[in-house]
């Protein structure tokens, strides 16, 4: 596969709490931002992007239907970025109330979706919020992304190739869907920090012609490795006991694997800035859009 982006890095894109309603919803009036709790039908934009994001979630149940709603942290949002997204009655979650013995509607799945996004500023009081989720909650999972510039086109052309390369961690086991090639069935999943599914998809392809960015033609080769790990614990004891590194590893692993970087591996500059966020709010960064600014 291709030379990197110089400006490429790893990052968190997505953190999922897995909470008993009550609670969340007494949290998120903690703080101040109940009343921001907005249906997405409110927001053309955001509700066709739930409806394709999480159409796989959807349960069965009459009485207990799928339900998404948000809250906005940024003016004019038009993307699942610098928003909170508030889940009810997946698959996953009447799952967990059964095994439970709870109700189908006790828990409730807040997610900070779209956090690592070259081509979209993200909003410092984000992590501010995030923090306070992670030093109450354990985090459900997370998915840790890298990207990368690649000639090939990602499609079921490549669904053998990526199968192969893939194999240690997908047991071949791959299925291709538009210009994204998917993993959901890992093997020995306790080997590599519990990775419960491997996204290889082209980002250029639906950050322009998704979501309608303007996005250079000299990126048009960009490319995303993406990992979701299931943790049920505190994220930051994970990184003050470096236990992410085991993630980080598994993510080196696999783009090394398929040529998606050097001997040196993956750059992890922006997952350090984040990390080193969540844990001490006084370290300022910022996390602004360079690849629509790039020309």
Not at 166 to 188: F, Q, T
Not at 264 to 287: S, V, W
Request: hydrophobic residues 35%; charged residues 30%; aromatic residues 12%.
């Amino acid at each position: 596969m291709g030379k990197k982006e110089q400006k490429y890095s790893a990052g968190i894109d997505s953190y999922r709490f897995v909470i008993p309603k009550a609670m969340a919803l007494k949290f998120l009036k903690k703080l101040e931002l109940y009343a921001k709790l907005r249906a997405t039908t409110r927001n053309q934009q955001v509700q066709t992007y739930c409806k394709d994001k999480f159409k796989s979630l959807k349960s069965e149940s009459e009485k207990y239907p799928f339900k998404v709603r948000y809250i906005s942290l940024k003016r004019g949002v038009k993307s699942l970025s610098n928003t909170i997204l508030f889940l009810e009655n997946t698959k996953e979650l009447h799952s967990i109330a059964r095994k439970n013995k709870k109700k189908l509607d006790f828990y409730v799945m807040i997610v900070f979706a779209g956090l690592h996004q070259p081509s979209k500023d993200i909003q410092s009081e984000v992590f501010k919020i995030l923090k306070a989720f992670v030093r109450r909650f354990k985090t459900y999972s997370f998915d840790l992304a890298y990207d990368f510039d690649e000639p090939k086109s990602v499609d079921y052309k490549l669904k053998d190739w990526f199968g192969i390369q893939s194999h240690k961690w997908s047991g071949g086991n791959i299925i291709s869907v538009g210009k994204s090639l998917y993993g959901n069935h890992i093997i020995e999943r306790s080997r590599y920090f519990n990775l419960s599914r491997i996204l290889l998809y082209d980002k250029y392809h639906k950050q322009k012609h998704y979501h309608k960015e303007r996005i250079p033609d000299r990126f048009a080769q960009w490319k995303r490795l993406e990992l979701t790990f299931e943790l049920k614990g505190k994220f930051l004891q994970s990184i003050e006991n470096e236990s992410i590194n085991e993630a980080i590893s598994v993510l080196d692993d696999m783009a090394k694997s398929i040529g998606a970087v050097g001997l040196i591996g993956i750059n992890i500059e922006l997952l350090a800035k984040q990390c080193q966020m969540l844990m001490d709010l006084r370290h300022r960064y910022t996390f602004e859009a360079w690849i629509k600014e790039a020309s």
